[in-house]
T-cell receptor, first 111, second 109 residues
Framework: NAGVTQTPKFRILKIGQSMTLQCTQD?????MYWYRQDPGMGLKLIYY???????DKGEVPNGYNVSRSTTEDFPLRLELAAPSQTSVYFC??????????FGPGTRLTVL | GENVEQHPSTLSVQEGDSAVIKCTYS??????FPWYKQELGKRPQLIID?????GEKKDQRIAVTLNKTAKHFSLHITETQPEDSAVYFC????????FGAGTRLTVKP
């Protein structure tokens, strides 16, 4: 199993641009999550999903959108990127909603 | 919502000493408390976890204790080694996971 994979690894955006961060898991996990980690800080939950077709807001959802059309994929969409969205983004998945497995992260810089 | 506080923010110990990191949480309904280790530039890795119906759990040199009444839990690392140097995060979860701000542990050889 590849586990949780994320693309791209790095990206630089200009203010106002849009992009989609991709997350795929091959463990047939129902639960998937998106976190952001600012420098020197813990992880903050952006959005999560308990199954295909179901998504819910986390702690910091503003400026982001998600969709979950399949069990495997959970893309995160940034519309109108802002410097405050400069961060490392981690996707995670879980079979039970407790123990979470993290992807390698996407480092995003908005200039 | 849940609020998790973690102390200390930095911790430096001599190789072979013990290290203790403490977290408090606010939501008494939280029922799952994991600890993650994150090395520089890497993803968080689960090292140990505990559920609310257990008071203590041990895995080799690592142990976690939970006091539900006081709403705090702690990570204990014994016989520390240089490779234990990393940032450690606690978290508390009921439906969604809330993380502490992290503790940077440095183990000096």
């Amino acid at each position: 199993n590849a586990g949780v994979t994320q693309t791209p690894k790095f990206r630089i955006l200009k203010i106002g641009q849009s992009m989609t961060l991709q997350c795929t898991q091959d463990m047939n996990h129902n639960y998937m999550y998106w976190y952001r980690q600012d420098p020197g800080m813990g992880l903050k939950l952006i959005y999560y999903s308990v199954g295909a077709g179901i998504t819910d807001k986390g702690e910091v959802p503003n400026g982001y959108n998600v969709s979950r059309s399949t069990t495997e994929d959970f893309p995160l969409r940034l519309e109108l990127a802002a410097p405050s969205q400069t961060s490392v983004y981690f996707c995670a998945s879980s079979t039970t909603g407790v123990e979470q497995f993290f992807g390698p992260g996407t480092r995003l810089t908005v200039l | 919502g849940e609020n998790v506080e973690q102390h200390p923010s930095t911790l430096s110990v001599q190789e072979g000493d013990s290290a203790v990191i403490k977290c408090t949480y606010s939501d008494s309904a939280s029922n799952y408390f994991p600890w993650y280790k994150q090395e520089l530039g890497k993803r968080p890795q689960l090292i140990i976890d505990i559920r609310s119906n257990v008071g203590e759990k041990k895995d080799q040199r690592i142990a976690v204790t939970l006091n539900k009444t006081a709403k705090h839990f702690s990570l204990h690392i014994t016989e520390t080694q240089p490779e234990d140097s990393a940032v450690y995060f606690c978290a508390a979860s009921r439906n969604d996971m809330r993380f502490g701000a992290g503790t940077r542990l440095t183990v000096k050889p």
